[in-house]
T-cell receptor, first 115, second 115 residues
Framework: AQSVTQLDSQVPVFEEAPVELRCNYS??????LFWYVQYPNQGLQLLLK??????LVKGINGFEAEFNKSQTSFHLRKPSVHISDTAEYFC?????????????FGQGTILTVHP | NAGVMQNPRHLVRRRGQEARLRCSPM?????VYWYRQLPEEGLKFMVY????????ESGMPKERFSAEFPKEGPSILRIQQVVRGDSAAYFC?????????????FGQGTRLTVV
């Protein structure tokens, strides 16, 4: 069984400030890791993913995440946020042994960027 | 290449009625997944289908819910005799046929309200 914990349900920040959204996972097998963003009344859009290789992953819109195997974490970061980054962000995992996309999601973090 | 198309975007049903949610995967994708997002919660996996086959329905409620992905036409998630607790956003995702999985593409969701 797998589980994903997003440690902050809401993160308010000011524009141009850095931000970190925290994600920890639990799994008995190796996993693939994902961050998705959901704008109001929209579907999910993939921000970035970790499959293998370098533990620092760069995604769209200036976001990056670092996979830390020892701490079972995959925190999302952005050095300078914009108003348009206001959205809900979801961390998700998929077991490497699964040949299809049965994702386990965290409960989401609402990022609110204030002017 | 159009994305994953879901319709309707919003659906209102009275208690006891049936709800039918449709999902057309991306062109060339033969794998479809359904997820449910209850208020204040993350997405939960419901079912994984390939053409004419249900592969994994471990997340489907035991009663009233069914899914299909016929040889021709969209995938359908059907909820019979809806209750207030079925009110949620239902998301469909698709991925291409492959021996391994690395990403699913999500539709914009159907928001079901049961009154």
């Amino acid at each position: 069984a797998q589980s994903v914990t997003q440690l902050d349900s809401q993160v308010p920040v000011f524009e141009e400030a850095p931000v970190e959204l925290r994600c920890n996972y639990s799994s008995s097998v190796s996993v693939y890791l994902f961050w998705y963003v959901q704008y109001p009344n929209q579907g999910l859009q993939l921000l970035l993913k970790y499959l293998s290789g370098s533990t620092l992953v760069k995604g769209i819109n200036g976001f990056e995440a670092e996979f830390n195997k020892s701490q079972t974490s995959f925190h999302l970061r952005k050095p300078s946020v914009h108003i348009s980054d206001t959205a809900e962000y979801f961390c998700a995992v998929n077991s490497r042994g699964t040949s299809y996309g049965k994702l386990t999601f965290g409960q989401g973090t609402i990022l609110t960027v204030h002017p | 290449n159009a994305g994953v198309m879901q319709n309707p975007r919003h659906l209102v049903r009275r208690r006891g009625q049936e709800a039918r949610l449709r999902c057309s995967p991306m062109k060339g994708h033969s794998h479809v997944y359904w997820y449910r997002q209850l208020p204040e919660e993350g997405l939960k996996f419901m079912v994984y289908l390939q053409k004419e086959n249900i592969i994994d329905e471990s997340g489907m409620p035991k009663e009233r819910f069914s899914a299909e992905f016929p040889k021709e036409g969209p995938s359908i998630l059907r909820i019979q005799q809806v209750v207030r607790g079925d009110s949620a956003a239902y998301f469909c995702a698709s991925s291409p046929e492959s021996t391994g999985y690395t990403e699913a593409f999500f539709g914009q969701g159907t928001r079901l309200t049961v009154v």
